[in-house]
């Protein structure tokens, strides 16, 4: 077998099923738009949901401009059960994500006294908590706050929109304080089966046939091209282990049938 | 003077003025949202399209499902003067952007000669041009065809919808081969200043004074912290030399007027 079976993610959790939990992630900024600063938050913030049961269904990238961030969360926050956004919670004029966020929720917006007491942690000389640092502080009428390890200026919560920092260390620590508290769903299993070199146009067909055939699963196809050749993962993903491991053997026994018909 | 002034991008242009282009980019496919797949083409989009005069102004990342592909695609190629998308084109059962493109512009989808002979190419035996390859010359009605140098199985632009690769370097080298096709604007040209150790909240306050005086620009304030400190750029962004200029300068006589006061 020139191909490895890799399970992923906790297999020997119970077989109980609870509803899927969705989310969508919308990343504020001009500076991811025009390139200049690279996006790491996507990346991890997926793969974080998805271990913990989480699934995320959507994301969007919009600049610092009030309506378009409006429009974004009151079109995700309707579909999913949360929605998470990163950037623009800052102290300089281009941070106006928590306006934009109680402007889509319909609430008011002031000061709140628990997350000045956050920053005076960090600038105790009360010189240095000026007005700039105290928009820091303007949070939306009713939302938790999350904590901030590292500058304490927090996140918070309001409804099903998590709003946290776009710096990623900061983004990370606030993504561990608010992640127990959330709703989760039975996680989503995932086996990944190297194809053994075969490339996606010699299985493709048998795939599809496989995938019909395991209608609860989600089998993918992901090429990867090292600039000489290509070297495909199948990826089979599934919310329970029976469904899973029927459908990984048989992608296993086609591609031992075609790796079989290659040698003849 | 411990800040510098970095140009971005080519300011030896022409002052006459066109108007903005714009884009949207949809990257395609359940790996990204599960965080299996880290997307690397985001921030290349991004970056090319800035440095062709080409503004980027927003990004989705939907899953396999065509109708949540479908509905992306035609809100954004509504918005935007153009729509690119990334991934769904291989030859397996989860590659359906080019019937979603399809549906999504009312057009018919059908073998593309054009397409089969790129294809044949590579694969001149015709055994190995299987139903499954075949899939990958299925081509919208009325659509130009993308080169790729790498695999042959060529993206397409149809209407203003471009859809390329999901592989980086495939995609890499299909925007090469469409960017010099397309309507360009005036490039937004971009100038960073280090503020030399000054933390955002010592500046906010300034800077959007300095935003105020200059509505032509746009001005940001990037932090960045390195584990142990913040040490942040403000960028101003402008389509033209002089208000850029002026703006730039007004941001460093901010931050010489602070840090003479921090010394003080």
């Not at 020997?12 to 001009?30: E, F, H, K, N, Y």
């Not at 928009?135 to 709003?163: E, K, Q, W």
């Not at 491991?245 to 075609?258: C, K, N, P």
């Amino acid at each position: 077998m020139v191909y490895i079976a890799k399970p992923q993610g906790n297999r020997r959790m119970p077989q109980t099923s609870r509803a899927p939990v969705t989310a969508a992630l919308l990343v504020i900024g001009d500076e991811i738009l025009s390139g200049r600063t690279k996006d790491k938050n996507i990346g991890y913030i997926a793969e974080y949901l998805t271990g913990i049961g989480i699934d995320l269904r959507e994301v969007r990238v919009v600049p610092d401009v009030a309506e378009e961030i409006v429009g974004a969360i009151d079109a995700l926050r309707a579909k999913h059960d949360y929605l998470f956004t990163t950037g623009g919670i800052g102290p300089t004029h281009d941070d106006i994500t928590a306006d934009c966020v109680a402007q889509a929720l319909g609430v008011g917006i002031s000061q709140d006294e628990r997350a000045v007491a956050m920053l005076r942690e960090r600038f105790p000389n009360p010189a240095d908590l000026n007005e700039s640092r105290l928009r820091m502080a303007r949070i939306p009428h009713g939302a938790a706050l999350i904590d901030n390890p590292i500058s304490r200026a927090p996140g918070f919560m309001v409804g099903n929109v998590i709003t946290m920092a776009g710096v990623p260390s900061i983004m990370q620590a606030m993504l561990d304080d608010v992640a127990p508290k959330l709703r989760t769903g039975t996680k989503m299993l995932s086996v990944s089966v190297d194809t053994g070199g075969l490339p996606e146009g010699a299985y493709g067909g048998a795939l599809g046939d496989v995938q019909k055939a395991h209608p609860e699963t989600m089998i993918g196809s992901y090429p990867n091209f090292d600039g000489q050749r290509f070297r495909n993962q199948i990826v089979v993903r599934a919310r329970h282990e029976e469904p899973l491991g029927a459908a990984v053997r048989d992608v296993e026994a086609m591609l031992s049938t075609l790796h079989a018909e290659k040698k003849a």
